[in-house]
């Protein structure tokens, strides 16, 4: 095993764990796209090229993508104008 | 000979831009790229003290914590044996892992007859020069076509979860989604129009030479689908739906999934009743050789690139 491999691999190993503790959801979606990336290059070094572009494309790209719509679609990523607009009535009856 | 050009035509050429940048000037962009923090989460001093006597209610009524001393000692015994079972379960992993065999040694469980068989006969059987796709596409075709239909029903189910029916709740949902998206987003738009072209040349390009190289219908696919999403964020959902609507996706994943068990068909017919295959396998290496390998990756591709879309768009706005 290379030096190369076992700092992917270490990498692989820093961003499992820092997806699951994070406390962004957004932040966690782009540290588990790194993952995937990551993944994709060791696919690669593991001789399996097929399997490299699936990952690439799926799980960097598809899936990121999709994660971010759900979370736009919760109102997770940015606070909406008409929320805030709600919250500065409530305020004001309260 | 020199020619003078108009001030106000000066100012917008690139060099002249430039060494303004250069000497810096104001970035025409700052201030105006739409962007927010997310807001830190704020929770009301009323629903706070709602929350802590919510708490306090549970705990002295309804467990009765002070005298209810089993309760307590499940609580402490809880916290204890959930940590305990998570490190066992890492240690019972890494012990299944290293008692595993090492990697690619020439004495490994897999390598059997059937690896064996794969390798040495395969380009002759399949005619296809790389070997997981004549592997996948010829010998386990069965397989990828359940692959396909599983993908095929995975968009039904999607469909039934997040459509909208109803023009009137659909037209409000498209309203939605467009007043937080930049419209006509200059730097989106450009690099769409850079970017597009080469994602789909190079997505049509695995799934045609699926069977020479790394690559096929799949991953194909998948990279014509993330384009296909990259236009629809940059120009909208009126430039799409001149090209792309639902019914076009019916019809194109309907006549891939048919074209996919046709051609299979065919080929366990003649293989069941030891008939010689009428289509030829040319020669290996060549972009039309490997028998059906070709048409099934051309299937498995438009299927996946549709699904790929569809789920974005059902995600987005449950419709089109």
Redesign the interface.
């Known amino acids: 095993m290379t030096i190369f491999t076992c700092i992917l691999l270490g990498f692989l190993v820093v961003c499992a764990i820092a997806a699951s503790l994070s406390k962004?959801l957004?932040n966690t979606i782009l540290i588990f796209m790194s993952y995937s990336l990551i993944m994709s290059i060791i696919w690669v070094l593991l001789e399996?090229?097929?399997l490299?572009?699936?990952e690439a494309?799926?799980g960097a790209?598809?899936t990121t993508?999709?994660f971010l719509?759900?979370l736009?679609?919760i109102n997770?990523?940015?606070?909406?104008?008409?929320s805030q607009e709600e919250n500065a009535n409530e305020q004001e009856n309260? | 000979m020199s020619r003078k050009i108009p001030e106000e035509k000066y100012q917008k050429t690139f060099s002249c831009q430039f060494r303004r940048w250069l000497e810096g000037a104001k970035d025409p962009f700052a201030g105006e790229v739409e962007m927010?923090k997310?807001?830190a989460f704020a929770e009301s001093q009323?629903a706070r003290e709602r929350r802590e006597q919510d708490e306090k209610l549970l705990n002295t009524k309804v467990y009765d914590l002070e005298n209810n001393f089993e309760v307590r000692i499940f609580r402490r015994f809880y916290k204890v044996f959930s940590v305990l079972f998570c490190i066992f379960l890492v240690a019972m992993l890494l012990v299944a892992v290293s008692d595993l065999p090492v990697f690619g040694h020439a004495e490994n469980p897999v390598n059997n007859e059937v690896a064996e068989r794969y390798i040495e006969k395969g380009l002759e059987e399949t005619g296809a020069v790389?070997i997981?796709?004549g592997m996948i596409l010829d010998y386990r075709a069965f397989d990828t076509l359940g692959e396909s239909h599983v993908l095929f029903i995975a968009t039904c189910t999607v469909l039934i979860l997040l459509r909208r029916d109803g023009e009137k709740e659909q037209a409000l949902d498209e309203d939605n989604d467009r007043?937080?998206e930049p419209k006509d987003d200059v730097i989106l738009q450009t690099a769409a129009r850079i970017l597009v072209p080469p994602i789909f040349l190079f997505g049509i390009y695995?799934i045609l030479a699926g069977h020479l190289g790394?690559?096929?219908g799949?991953?194909g696919g998948?990279?014509i689908?993330?384009g296909l999403?990259l236009y629809l964020n940059a120009f909208g959902f009126a430039r799409t739906e001149r090209f792309f609507t639902a019914r076009t996706y019916r019809r194109m994943s309907f006549c891939a999934l048919a074209c996919y068990s046709l051609a299979k068909s065919y080929s366990f017919y003649t293989g069941a009743n030891h008939i010689e295959s009428v289509i030829p396998l040319g020669t290996p290496g060549a972009i039309l050789s490997s028998g059906l390998i070709l048409v099934l990756n051309i299937c498995v591709g438009v299927v996946v690139a549709g699904t790929?879309y569809t789920?974005?768009v059902m995600?987005?706005k449950g419709g089109y």
């Open positions: 962004k957004l399996s090229p097929d490299a572009i699936t494309a799926v790209g598809v993508v999709l719509v759900t736009k679609k997770a990523i940015i606070k909406t104008e008409s309260t | 927010q997310q807001a009323e790389n997981v796709t007043i937080h695995i790394p690559g096929g799949f991953s998948a990279v689908g993330a999403i790929m789920f974005y995600f987005r």
